[in-house]
C-alpha cells in the first residue's frame, strides 16, 4: 500500500529553552507522556518531563526533543514546500497493551503520523479527533 505524499516545509530551531518553545508553541494542541500520565493541552509553563511533545495547529506541526529546560524543536508546514512527508494514520496503545501504563480512554485513539525520510528520519504527530 502506497501512503500519501505530502509537500511540506520542515524548518529547525535547533536547541532552544523551554521558554522560547513554550512561546513559539502557543494556541497549539501538545501532547506528552510523563510521570502522571498522557497528557493533551496546551504547553505546560515548565519543562515537562518526557522525551518527546508533540503540537498541532491546523496544517502546522511541531516535534520536540526535550532534554531538561531545553529542547530540539522541529516545526513541519503541510500547507506546501520541497520536502516529502508521509501520511500514515494508525491509532494509539490498544486495550490490553501492557508495556504502556495510560488510561483507557487514551487507547485505541486515531493518529496522523507524518513521517519525513532521510538520514535522520523524523516524525511529527497529530491525535485526532474520534
Aim: with cysteine; aromatic share 8%.
Amino acid at each position: 500500500m502506497t501512503r500519501p505524499v505530502i509537500h511540506a516545509t520542515l524548518t529547525g530551531h535547533g536547541r532552544i529553552p523551554w521558554d522560547r518553545a513554550r512561546t513559539l508553541l502557543d494556541g497549539f494542541t501538545c501532547a506528552w507522556a510523563d510521570l502522571d500520565g498522557f497528557n493533551l493541552g496546551p504547553a505546560s509553563q515548565e519543562p515537562p518531563l518526557t522525551t518527546h511533545l508533540w503540537a498541532w495547529r491546523d496544517q502546522v506541526l511541531f516535534r520536540a526533543r526535550m532534554d531538561g529546560a531545553e529542547c530540539i524543536l522541529g516545526r513541519l508546514d503541510l500547507s506546501g514546500g520541497d520536502v516529502q512527508v508521509a501520511e500514515r494514520h494508525c491509532t494509539t496503545w490498544p486495550h490490553g497493551e501492557g508495556r504502556v501504563s495510560v488510561a483507557d480512554d487514551w487507547r485505541s485513539r486515531p493518529v496522523t503520523l507524518y513521517e519525513v525520510a532521510g538520514q535522520m528520519p523524523l516524525t511529527f504527530a497529530r491525535l485526532d479527533s474520534e
